[in-house]
């Protein structure tokens, strides 16, 4: 048995875009599979990993030996936080194949392919929000700015007057560290060390009756952000993972002996974003791969692949042994060629609203004219059987039929 696991995105995708994957199964033998399929996953200080994203690609079934191919794709929703390799907050895209231990039967083992992708942040060209210019007084000291946004690399004009100082200082403050709640813990994360700011910039003056200091913004600033991720399942209710990073001018007066030595500080809140997108450019790269409505629940269906198959009939009998009801299916590939890696998914309809559970047939060929029984078995009454069928071309039909047709 090989698995063999390709990113299509060149190991990076933005938020809010799909990562596309192209699986490979070679099955040296006749293979009963218990659940395959790709997850993608980050490794948060307080837990030994998190599932951020998750894509089935073959349900539980019995593949004959020979290859199968599939090309599937993972929505990255808007709230995953992006890849920030400064705090080793990093995502792996797991392949994993579920199968029952040969040796014992009562257990079962996983096979597991790993790959790292990068994800990055999408910076809409609305946000942030207009800058807005700064003014500041306090205990005689008075300090402007002409905008509260400003670029790495950008050098930042501080306008100052004061009375009574004798040194004016500022300070340019980064807080960054990761963001962990979890039920044991709450906000206060035992993994996560509280980080004093770091000094990105400083400049000094004793000319402080009136002017004005240069601050130049590193290059290599990371940009401010306030990511925050929620889980949707269940299992992972009250849990939270991200990660913030604030900027700020420290702004510190040194008064005069004769007027008291305690010195005045304080906080000026700044951002610090890269460069927005133009409109062309956001029009063309930042909504061309987005979710636009309702995704087809089977993907794009080829009409034509449609008419490749024909169903001839469904006989159904009830085993009391198991006290199931057993379906007989026949499929016809009524194409003019034959078809490779196919893989045909059984599901029964419940009062044409609830699926029963389903069962998976892989075939290595499906030649041309050929006639494939397949058999369902369900504890449940249905209605209809929805039959789901995919090859290696990665064309897919679906096919609802009643039971009396």
Not at 23 to 40: A, K, N, S, Y
Not at 255 to 263: I, Q, T
Not at 346 to 352: F, K, R, V
């Amino acid at each position: 048995m090989k698995l063999s696991l390709m990113d299509l995105n060149d190991g990076t995708v933005h938020v809010g875009n799909k990562l596309k994957i192209k699986t490979i199964f070679e099955f040296d033998e006749d293979t009963p599979l218990m659940w395959t399929g790709v997850r993608l996953i980050t490794k948060p200080p307080c837990a030994k990993e998190l599932q951020v994203g998750k894509k089935e690609i073959f349900s539980s079934g019995k593949f004959e030996a020979g290859t199968y191919i599939r090309e599937k794709s993972l929505l990255i929703k808007h709230n995953v936080v992006p890849t920030i390799e400064k705090r080793n907050l990093r995502y792996i895209l797991q392949l994993l194949l579920r199968k029952k231990n040969p040796i014992d039967p009562d257990q079962d083992f996983t096979v597991k392919r790993e790959y790292e992708i990068i994800i990055k942040s999408k910076e809409l060209k609305q946000l942030p929000a207009k800058p807005n210019p700064i003014s500041f007084s306090i205990s005689g000291l008075n300090i402007n700015l002409v905008k509260d946004i400003f670029r790495p690399g950008e050098t930042i004009k501080i306008n100052y007057s004061s009375e009574n100082l004798k040194e004016l200082e500022v300070r340019l403050l980064q807080k960054a560290n990761l963001i962990c709640y979890c039920e044991p813990y709450g906000k206060s994360c035992k993994k996560i060390e509280e980080l004093p700011p770091s000094i990105a910039g400083d400049v000094k003056t004793k000319s402080t009756e009136k002017g004005f200091l240069l601050m130049t913004i590193p290059p290599i600033a990371e940009p401010s952000h306030d990511f925050l991720w929620e889980p949707e399942e269940r299992e992972y209710w009250g849990f939270k993972f991200g990660d913030y990073c604030r900027w700020s001018l420290l702004v510190i007066g040194t008064k005069r002996p004769e007027h008291g030595r305690e010195k005045i500080k304080f906080e000026i809140p700044i951002v610090i974003s890269k460069q927005p997108l133009s409109e062309k450019e956001g029009d063309a790269k930042l909504f061309s791969t987005e979710e636009k409505g309702t995704p087809a629940l089977f993907g794009d269906i080829s009409s034509k692949f449609q008419k490749r198959f024909q169903m001839l009939s469904i006989d159904s009998a009830h085993d009391a042994t198991s006290n199931s009801n057993v379906y007989k299916i026949k499929l016809k590939n009524i194409s003019k060629q034959n078809l490779e890696g196919v893989t045909v998914k059984l599901t029964g309809l419940q009062e044409d609203l609830f699926e029963t559970t389903s069962n998976l047939v892989g075939y290595k060929e499906w030649n041309k004219e050929e006639e494939k029984e397949i058999i369902y078995e369900t504890k449940q009454n249905i209605s209809a059987i929805i039959s789901v069928i995919e090859d290696n071309s990665q064309q897919s039909v679906r096919i609802q039929t009643p039971i009396a047709f």
